[in-house]
Nanobody, 116 residues
Framework: QVQVVESGGGLVQAGGFLRLSCAASGSGFRFYTMGWYRQAPGKERELVATITSGGGTNYAEPVQGRFTISRDNTKNEVYLQMNSLKVEDTAVYYC??????????WGRGTLVTVSS
């Protein structure tokens, strides 16, 4: 069982920035594919960004150029730097840990609210 805990959400004005953090347990963290997803009110959960064990990254089109995902394997943490935030970025952000292709764990989420 992998424990996943997000932090760093909050209220920010449009154009501002936030940095989300996610801590995941397990001695094999460096091998996990990690990801950030989000779910806005009334919408389905959607991919934001992923980072592989080798550092390869993938971003959803709406956040490309504004968000950056990174990881620190020495701390078992993954981060999401969110810049130039927009009102439409308002959502609960979830961290996902994938030790294997068919196994994944989710955190409880952290709320990001962007005001106009």
């Amino acid at each position: 069982q992998v424990q996943v805990v997000e932090s760093g959400g909050g209220l920010v004005q449009a154009g501002g920035f936030l940095r989300l953090s996610c801590a995941a347990s397990g001695s094999g963290f460096r091998f996990y594919t990690m990801g950030w997803y989000r779910q806005a009110p009334g919408k389905e959960r959607e991919l934001v960004a992923t980072i592989t064990s080798g550092g390869g990254t993938n971003y959803a089109e709406p956040v490309q150029g504004r968000f950056t995902i990174s990881r620190d394997n020495t701390k078992n943490e993954v981060y999401l730097q969110m810049n130039s935030l927009k009102v439409e970025d308002t959502a609960v952000y979830y961290c996902n840990a994938k030790p294997f292709q068919s196994v994944e764990y989710w955190g409880r989420g952290t709320l990001v609210t962007v005001s106009s």
